[in-house]
């Protein structure tokens, strides 16, 4: 999302139950208009954001956010930006935090 739009958390969580509630309306024959017509309302409010993600640089090499790490990208961002780079025997550069995730398997 881009960085002058606030409230980033809370309007992603608000588009996802928006977009459940417009998925629920499809379903039943008395509400399938208002929640097809609720869904591209959405659809245009949303467009922005995907533009602006699919055009900015990635701040997150590795990719989407992975299932393992419960979806926590910055975690994901810090462990393969210390995957990536050659540790020696004498670098100290590595967090002790990924060393002792390493250790543990996580």
Avoid: C, K
Avoid at 59 to 78: F, K, L, V
Avoid at 90 to 102: P, W
């Amino acid at each position: 999302m881009p960085r002058f739009i606030q409230w980033h958390v809370f309007l992603v969580r608000t588009s996802g139950v928006i977009e459940i509630l417009g998925g629920s309306g499809l379903l039943v024959s008395e509400t399938r208009r208002a929640g097809a017509w609720g869904l591209i309302a959405l659809l245009i409010a949303v467009f922005p954001a995907n533009v602006y993600m699919a055009t900015s640089p990635s701040r997150d090499p590795a990719g989407s956010p992975s299932i393992e790490t419960g979806g926590d990208a910055a975690h994901d961002y810090r462990a393969s930006a210390a995957e990536r780079r050659a540790v020696g025997p004498g670098d100290v550069s590595v967090s002790r935090q990924f060393q002792n995730a390493e250790l543990l398997g996580q």
